[in-house]
């Protein structure tokens, strides 16, 4: 599949859409509950379209597909919209599209509603992302920025970001700072959308990882934090951090056991 040339440097997760759902995963009844609690609040639409930028392979609007939403997913990558689309079942109102972050080619306020996942961290001119998930929002829409917190935290994915922290390499995303929040919301201020706090934290559920799958996950290059070390460093701290897995009591068996969280930011656009 043939596709433009993205207009900013942007992560591209082609190599790794056979793969990419096994790796990330927030459990559809933990969506769904935190769509219910924005559609109670007022701060989501009960029915609608809803435009998906970054769509990857459709984790995050998938299950409003199935709630009879009508789905819009743009991504960059034509290997993850043809995942997307395999999962979709044909009574779903959906359609996917490869297309840039940066210039979506869609109408402004087509969207009653707009969903974004970790798609800032990946875009190096985030702001023009950005400008665009607020030009198809319909005027009075939320944004939702939806991120899962202490998914990726585990041990071995610790001490690798340790390493490559000491060697200089502390800034690892090509954009925006998926660890601040409040960088994203002085952007959408500047652009007059009101942030409106929602608590998500007690959204939870549990996952365990073997120190050993996540050594090889991080060798396999799954993970776009690592993408832009040099080769030498990579394979440097990766040896290192073999090592590392190694000398503990239980070697590559040693099992980490998580509890991630849903991390939830809405904007409103202005208007409406």
């Given amino acids: 599949m043939t596709q433009d040339k993205p207009s900013s440097r942007t992560s591209d997760?082609?190599?790794?859409?056979?793969r990419y759902d096994e790796t990330r995963s927030i459990p559809p009844h933990c969506l769904q509950k935190a769509f219910d609690r924005l559609i109670a609040q007022g701060l989501f639409p009960e029915r609608g379209v809803i435009v998906d930028i970054g769509c990857g392979t459709g984790q995050i609007s998938l299950p409003l597909a199935e709630r009879g939403y009508q789905i819009r997913g743009f991504d960059i990558s034509g290997e993850m919209i043809e995942y997307a689309r395999s999962k979709a079942a044909p009574?779903?109102?959906?359609?996917?599209?490869v297309a840039d972050a940066c210039r979506l080619p869609t109408t402004d306020g087509c969207?009653?509603?707009?969903?974004?996942?970790?798609?800032l961290q990946h875009i190096e001119d985030w702001q023009q992302a950005g400008r665009e998930m607020i030009r198809v929002a319909r005027p009075g829409a939320s944004i939702v920025h939806v991120n899962e917190r202490a998914a990726f935290g585990d041990a071995v994915r610790r001490h690798v970001r340790h390493l490559a922290s000491e060697l200089g390499f502390v800034r690892r995303y090509i954009g925006l700072d998926p660890h601040s929040r409040s960088e994203l919301d002085a952007f959408m201020r500047a652009h007059s959308c009101e942030p409106i706090d929602i608590d998500t934290r007690d959204i939870q559920w549990a996952t365990e990882i073997g120190y050993g799958e996540a050594l090889e996950r991080i060798r396999d290059g799954l993970f776009a934090e690592f993408w832009y070390l040099p080769a030498d460093i990579?394979?440097?701290i990766v040896a290192d951090t073999a090592a590392w897995v190694a000398a503990q009591p239980d070697g590559a068996a040693t099992v980490d056991r998580l509890s991630p969280h849903l991390s939830v930011q809405v904007f409103r656009t202005p208007g409406g």
Avoid: C, E, N, Y
């Fill in 234 to 236: 990579h394979d440097r």
């Fill in 91 to 97: 009574a779903w109102g959906t359609s996917f599209a």
């Fill in 13 to 18: 997760f082609s190599g790794i859409a056979h």
């Fill in 111 to 119: 969207a009653d509603g707009v969903v974004v996942s970790k798609l």
